[in-house]
Structures are given as C-alpha cells and as structure tokens.
C-alpha cells in the first residue's frame, strides 16, 4: 500500500520537538570513549539517548518500517526497497559539545530507497524544515509562519565568483581525501588572476543538514561534501529538491548520486544551476575516494 507520507510527516514533526527538547535540556556528556574513529570524531550520551526514543517511537507508530540511526549503524547495513527511516538525532554533535547553537534532529524517510519525507529541527533557532516529495519545502521559524521555500524568488546564478559556498572539513584529517578537500577549497577561495573561483565566501555550519537547508532556502549557494552518510543528508535532500535545488554527485559528470554514495553536491533553485554545478566541478582538485 502507498505510505500516506503526509502522516509520517506530521508525526516526524512531533517526534522532531520532542528529540529538541531533550537537547536543549541535556549537558554534553561524551559516550564511551567520547570519539568514534578519531579525537574530532564526537559522540555524545544525548546523541544514543534521542537516537533510542526516536526509534523506539518510530518503531511502535511504524513497524513495518525499517530504520537506520547514526548510533547504532552497522557497517554491513545496507539500505532496501522497504520504507526506511533514516535518522541522525544531533546533526552538529561537535557544535553540541561547544553549545553553539547551530544542529539538528534530522528525520528522514526513504521508500524505494529514495528520500520522500524529511524534518530537520535546530531547537536552538526554533528553525523547523519541512520537505515532502512533491508538495514543497517548507520553514517554520520565531519570525516565519510555514514559509514555503526557497524564501524568495531567487536570482539567476550567473557567476560561481557571486556565490558563497558551504564546505565541512568532516572527521576526515589525514589521506586523500583530506588533500582534495584542502586544495578544492583553496581553488574556491583564490583570486580569479591566480586561477581560481574567487566566490563571495566560505561557510561551515558545522551540520551537514543545516548546509543543505541553507541552500535549499537560498540562503547560501552550494555545499560541497564528501564523507556524509545517509542519515546526514536524507531528510535535507527532499527539502533541497523540493525548494527547486538539485543534488548531484561531487565529481564531475557524476549527476545521479544515491542516499548512500557520500559524496556530494548541492546547488539553490535558480537559473544557471548547470552553470554553477559544472564551474564546482572545475576546482575539485583531484578525486574523491570515501567508500
Ligand atoms: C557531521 C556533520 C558535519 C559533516 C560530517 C557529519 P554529526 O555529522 O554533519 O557537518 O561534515 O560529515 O558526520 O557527526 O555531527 O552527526
């Protein structure tokens, strides 16, 4: 039977308020070791407890349904037709650590292995983003009543040089891909006379989600990734593409990237988007490997 996504969305954004307020009341407490696969690798005791009852919610609301959370991920997971929720319960662990006040609970939905639901909710800015495969992406914030997305109708992109650019730095500090971040990033930056894109500016909101709300509202350009799981860009990319945007993938010709590939591209609604897209591709700086 068809998943009534309206339903799912509208418990999504139940659970989403919940999963905030137990953020916004919880101190940061390392989990374990405090580090996954290096010290810039955190995690937290508020990241599994969330992450524990938007399951255990998710499952008695949808049994039938699958679900993939960043806490308790195994590497030998691997995404199916069935309907999938895909959960990160703090997208911004880091800032969550440093109480700056830019993360999220970032919900998804994936059916056919595609995403078609996503709730993103910074309980911080009280930002709430909405997404539904076909009926719009919408923000609900203290100065925006169910504003539909992206925020105002946006300019055509003549220029990478006019843009500003979302990049992450990721857990990632050593290797190839390290390098290709570094000099794509430097590529970005430089001025046009020495070969480079010379963009209005570079921006690292520390949430992989909230870089792509951001371009999905329009308010930032691009977001260029490499590294992000599933659960870090599912709900974002309904929202994106439903406010007009377009994900591809990170390398150049590479425009059908699936939820799992981890490696990406993100450009606004607007005019020119190809343009844009193909100019990024032009300062990546050798290839990407992250499996
Ligand atoms: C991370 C953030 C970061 C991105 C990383 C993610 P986490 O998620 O989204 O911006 O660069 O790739 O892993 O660990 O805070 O949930």
Redesign the pocket.
């Known amino acids: 039977a068809a998943v009534d996504l309206q339903g799912v969305h509208d418990f999504l954004v139940h659970i989403a308020h919940k999963a905030g307020a137990m953020i916004l009341t919880a101190k940061p407490v390392a989990a374990g070791s405090g580090t996954k696969k290096n010290s810039a690798?955190?995690?937290s005791e508020t990241?599994q407890a969330v992450e524990r009852m938007v399951s255990a919610s998710l499952k008695e609301k949808y049994p039938g349904f699958d679900f993939m959370g960043?806490e308790t991920y195994q590497p030998t997971d691997t995404l199916t037709d069935t309907p999938t929720f895909i959960v990160?319960?703090?997208?911004?662990?880091?800032?969550?650590f440093h109480a700056h006040p830019y993360?999220c609970v970032?919900l998804g939905l994936a059916v056919n292995q595609k995403p078609v639901v996503g709730v993103i909710y910074n309980p911080f800015t009280r930002t709430l983003y909405t997404g539904i495969k076909g009926q719009g992406a919408y923000l609900t914030d203290p100065w925006h009543e169910r504003v539909r997305l992206p925020l105002r109708e946006p300019e055509a992109m003549r220029d990478l040089s006019t843009c500003v650019v979302a990049v992450?730095?990721?857990?990632e500090r050593e290797g190839n891909d390290y390098e290709v971040k570094v000099n794509t990033f430097r590529q970005l930056c430089l001025k046009k006379e020495h070969g480079g894109a010379m963009v209005h500016g570079i921006r690292?909101?520390?949430?992989?989600?909230?870089?792509l709300c951001s371009v999905a509202a329009g308010t930032m350009d691009v977001y260029w990734?490499s590294?992000?799981?599933a659960?870090?860009v599912c709900a974002g990319w309904v929202i994106l593409e439903e406010a007009g945007g377009r994900m591809v993938g990170c390398h150049p010709g590479d425009w059908e990237p699936r939820v799992e590939q981890r490696r990406y591209m993100a450009v606004r609604a607007g005019e020119g988007q190809k343009g844009i897209i193909e100019e990024v591709w032009g300062c990546v700086q050798g290839r990407i490997e992250v499996g």
């Open positions: 690798d955190l995690v990241d960043e990160d319960p703090i997208d911004g662990t880091t800032n969550f993360l970032s992450e730095w990721g857990a690292s909101l520390g949430s992989a989600e909230l870089n990734e590294g992000c799981y659960w870090d």
